[in-house]
């Protein structure tokens, strides 16, 4: 499974952004997906996951409320809509996916390459 991450930009705070993911090597539709991302001297953190339906979403207390995840399946693609940004959210995001239905927070399978997201005060 090949995974490419798009849609990462410079945004003002407040502003949205929605990144998409898009699958390719394999149909993911029976796969949990996700939404890590790392910020410049900081580890790697969960974001958000969402299981092969797309019926159970978890979320980062850090973005719940803020960012949403969600899927076409028929698209083979994810996407993270990130509204009210702020200057802590600034870091490479990555999607990840998982041969398991539903993977919440924890280690995914396959990892795709990370999209810058810039958010100035």
């Known amino acids: 499974v090949q995974l490419q991450a798009s849609g990462g930009g410079l945004v003002q705070a407040g502003g949205s952004l929605r990144l998409s993911c898009a699958a390719s090597?394999?149909?993911?539709?029976?796969?949990?997906m996700g939404w890590f991302r790392q910020a410049p001297g900081k580890e790697r953190e969960f974001v958000a996951g969402i299981s092969s339906s797309g019926v159970t979403t978890i979320y980062a207390d850090s973005v719940k409320g803020r960012f949403t995840i969600s899927r076409d399946n028929s698209k083979n693609t994810v996407y993270l809509q990130m509204n009210s940004l702020k200057p802590e959210d600034t870091a490479v995001y990555y999607c990840a996916a998982d041969r398991r239905p539903y993977r919440g927070a924890h280690d995914y399978d396959y990892w795709g390459q990370g999209t810058q997201v810039t958010v100035s005060s």
């Open positions: 090597g394999r149909t993911v539709s029976s796969y949990a």
